[in-house]
């Protein structure tokens, strides 16, 4: 099956940093998504982005496919920022792959 | 507005006591999913229905029931929960089961079995 690598494992910033997450993949897919998870659990679609580029305020995501990874990029950190940060990837009847996440702390 | 909803959000129950975690799409989606979230674990998937009538096993069916009698209710039950059973659980559905669409997950149920 698809093997779905993120890093960091953990970041830990200050309110108002930058920051990259990364999410290298093994093989080539037509299904890209990022996700939030909250301190409360609930997984926050982000960006579908199985190529290309696409912001959303704060936040952006790269996926170049035909290296096999994606990028997402969130500027001027705020502390509702906080969670686990997923790229999941194929889709499809068997689901979708999970990494295993980027843990983000924002400190105010 | 277009959403996943699960009930309830929070289950506490006894070994054995049969219940039904509700899964219910507003978005006309043909593909529907379970999957259970794990410390150390990740996120598996448990059962996908493509369809209405037409369901199949994940990674980790076992101790899990589906049906999809209706296109927008996927329900998750339990006939016997056990211990290993306290997970968080996400239902999710996607327009199609083709791997080329977005997928949307519900709100998540914490499930503890006592």
């Known amino acids: 099956g698809i093997q779905v690598e993120q890093s960091p494992p953990d970041l830990i910033l200050q309110e108002g940093a930058n920051s990259t997450l990364r999410c290298n993949f093994s093989?080539?897919?037509?299904?890209l998504q990022w996700f939030h998870q909250n301190p409360w659990g609930q997984l926050i679609n982000l960006f579908y982005?199985?190529?290309g580029t696409k912001q959303n305020g704060r936040l952006s995501a790269t996926t170049v496919a035909t290296e096999r990874y994606s990028l997402l990029y969130i500027s001027s950190s705020q502390t509702t920022d906080s969670g686990v940060y997923f790229c999941?990837?194929?889709?499809?009847?068997?689901?979708?792959?999970f990494g295993k996440g980027t843990h983000l702390i924002i400190q105010p | 507005e277009a959403q996943v909803t699960q009930n309830p959000r929070y289950l506490i129950t006894v070994t054995g006591k049969k219940l039904t975690v509700t899964c219910s799409q507003n978005?006309?989606?043909?593909?529907m999913s379970w999957y259970r979230q794990d410390p150390g674990l990740g996120l598996r998937q448990i059962y996908y229905s493509m369809n209405v009538e037409v369901t199949d096993k994940g990674d980790v069916p076992e101790g899990y029931k589906v049906s999809r009698k209706e296109k927008r209710n996927f329900p998750l039950i339990l006939e016997s929960p056990s211990p290993n059973q306290t997970s968080l659980y996400f239902c999710?559905?996607?327009?199609?089961?083709?791997?080329?669409?977005?997928?949307?997950f519900g709100q998540g149920t914490r499930l503890t079995v006592v």
């Open positions: 978005m006309n989606h043909e593909y």
């Open positions: 982005i199985p190529s």
């Open positions: 093989d080539s897919v037509n299904n």
């Open positions: 999710a559905s996607s327009l199609e089961h083709r791997g080329n669409t977005e997928a949307f």
């Open positions: 999941a990837l194929g889709g499809g009847a068997d689901g979708l792959t």
